[in-house]
């Protein structure tokens, strides 16, 4: 099992709409969440951290839950540079000392 | 400058070569990540550096990989004997501190092609 897992996508969806993506992690130890956004042969930059009690910045949501362990992010009323590669970014806080990242979730937001 | 840079952005080699990557971190930053993305992959950890504490390597793929910080600021990632499945862009990345949470701020690569 990948420490990291993530639906590949493509999430293809009009402008305006409501998309979210979902990502689980395997080392329930696991204490600092992250989302990153990649552009097309750029390198990733961080969107948002993800906290216990969930967080929003502006139309972006995103939420963890330890129980399951997962994390999701919500993008509402979808704007044409939303399009990207989303990243789900976890510290696994045990032996590799490094982030583990998620292999992404590809959206496309069409006019 | 403010970012990280890394050099060359571009390269090209013959398989067989070795090539030398270099990453200039923030200033101030004490961790160092070296990460391999394969075209239309996700990112392949590589190697990663905390201040003076011995480097996590576990992510290296093989022997012709070594990187190396010197005075806990530039770092070189060498590939001996270069292979086709070398290709890929190579990001360096820095952060202030990981364990407080940090986030970590990434070059914009060096692309290497091994033909």
């Known amino acids: 099992r990948k420490e990291v897992e993530q639906d590949p996508g493509p999430f293809n969806v009009p402008e305006g709409a409501t998309v979210a993506f979902n990502c689980t992690y395997s080392?329930?130890?696991?204490?600092?969440f992250f989302w990153y956004r990649q552009d097309c042969r750029k390198e990733p930059k961080l969107l948002m951290s993800?906290?216990?009690s969930g967080n929003e910045d502006g139309r972006f949501t995103a939420q963890l839950n330890r129980a399951s362990q997962y994390i999701s992010l919500l993008i509402r009323d979808s704007k044409l540079s939303d399009s990207a590669t989303y990243l789900c970014?976890?510290?696994?806080?045990?032996?590799?000392?490094?982030?583990?990242f998620g292999s992404g979730t590809r959206l496309q937001v069409q006019p | 400058g403010a970012g990280v840079s890394q050099s060359p952005s571009n390269k090209v080699t013959e398989k067989g070569k070795d090539v030398e990557l270099r990453c200039d971190p923030i200033?101030?930053?004490?961790?160092l990540y070296w990460y391999r993305q394969s075209l239309g992959q996700g990112l392949e950890f590589l190697i990663y550096?905390?201040?003076?504490?011995?480097?996590?390597k576990s992510g290296l793929p093989s022997d012709r990989f070594s990187a190396e910080r010197t005075g806990g600021s530039v770092s070189t990632l060498t590939i001996q004997r270069t292979q086709q499945e070398d290709s890929a862009v190579y990001l360096c990345?820095?952060?202030?501190?990981?364990?407080?949470?940090?986030?970590?701020?990434f070059g914009e690569g060096s692309w290497l092609t091994v033909v």
């Open positions: 550096f905390q201040g003076n504490s011995a480097p996590d």
């Open positions: 990345a820095s952060s202030p501190l990981l364990d407080s949470g940090n986030t970590i701020y």
């Open positions: 080392n329930s130890a696991s204490q600092s």
């Open positions: 970014v976890v510290n696994p806080y045990t032996g590799r000392r490094a982030l583990t």
């Open positions: 993800v906290y216990s």
């Open positions: 200033s101030g930053h004490t961790a």
